[in-house]
């Protein structure tokens, strides 16, 4: 089985990729989606979203990185898809899942679903310009609206050659809220013989074997369930014992000196009371902290908290 760790706007940067491909057996990691509207975008801009790059695709801990592209002009998603694996992205990645109504109102992402014929030409596009030996996968959802389009979509990309194809099991209209309609998945693995990745209310190992089993995937894909428990990966993949609230205390710290030794420093108070929100689904004590925390403005006064937090659970072991 694959294990890869979903492309999160805003959530899973590479500071998160580091300290989450360091402690899980992560078999690839994408990255937050690069805008492509009516160019080729300059180096900068992907040396900044994926530093990676500068490590042939690997996160420190040795995992790939794929970049993750959005957009509806086939012609400049193909250059852009081009220009990444050349930088040393680990194959390319399309965004047809995102449901940020600002993305959705610009054509891009989860929009696309409606018009199964641009999905087509963008991803074959993409295939034609990459090297054969790079892959070019896609991410959609069930459809936009509803999903009277689910298998519509995933036929258009398997026949515009792609490589693989994730599948976040719900519409845009569903959001985030549960269930996540596996059974589509399943329908959609039976009808396309390339490999399909399962994705979508995966918290915990039981919800992975669940979800397996439904689908029949040998690939699955975490993204919310990962933030929410940071081992998540390892107890599925390994049956590792999931993290206690002091292992998270912890990387939380180490999470914090990345942030604030980083050129994102001002959004520190802004990410660490995000990715709060998450771990209160799995940590009790994690809500406690966050009403503390959520006062705070300032990152010092945020800083001091969670050291408090981690003297005082460290004096009571």
């Known amino acids: 089985m694959r294990i890869i760790l979903a492309p999160m706007e805003g959530v899973v940067d590479d500071h998160m990729r ?3 491909s ?3 057996p992560y078999d690839l990691v994408v990255t937050e989606f690069v805008r492509v509207v009516n160019q080729v ?3 900068k801009v992907y040396y900044k979203l994926c530093p990676e790059l500068h490590n042939n695709g690997l996160t420190p801990s040795g995992t790939p990185v794929r970049v993750q592209l959005l957009g509806q002009h086939a012609d400049w998603m193909a250059e852009n898809a081009y220009k990444a694996v050349e930088l040393g992205s680990h194959g390319v990645d399309a965004n047809f899942g995102c449901p940020a109504k600002m993305v959705n109102k610009s054509n891009g992402g989860a929009v696309l ?3 199964p014929e641009t999905i087509y030409d963008i991803v074959k596009a993409m295939r034609e310009a990459v090297p054969s030996e790079q892959p070019v996968t896609a991410k959609i959802r069930l459809g936009f609206e509803d999903k009277s389009k689910f298998m519509e979509n ?3 990309i398997y026949e515009a050659g792609a490589t693989e194809l994730a599948v976040h099991a719900r519409s845009k209209v569903d959001g985030y809220k549960p269930p996540a309609y596996w059974e589509y998945i399943t329908e959609i693995r039976k009808a396309i013989p390339i490999p399909v990745i399962a994705n979508g209310e995966i918290w915990n190992v039981d919800d992975a074997k669940r979800c397996m089993d439904v689908t029949q995937c040998s690939d699955i894909m975490v993204g919310r369930g990962a933030i929410s428990l ?18 998270t205390l912890q990387l939380l710290l180490q999470y914090t000196q990345r942030e ?3 050129k994102k420093a001002t959004y520190y108070p802004a990410r660490i009371k995000q990715w709060f929100r998450y771990l209160n689904r799995q940590y009790p004590q994690a809500e406690a902290l966050f009403r503390q925390l959520r006062v705070h403005k300032t990152t010092d006064a945020i800083v001091t908290e969670l050291e408090k937090a981690n003297q005082d659970l460290a004096s009571r072991h």
């Not at 940071?230 to 292992?247: H, M, R």
């Open 113 to 115: 679903l409606q018009y």
């Open 18 to 20: 580091d300290l989450l």
């Open 41 to 43: 975008l300059p180096e």
């Open 154 to 156: 995933a036929l258009a």
């Open 230 to 247: 940071p081992n998540l990966a390892d107890t599925i993949k390994n049956g590792a014992e999931p993290f206690s609230w002091q292992q």
């Open 22 to 24: 360091a402690i899980n």
């Open 260 to 262: 604030l030794n980083g």
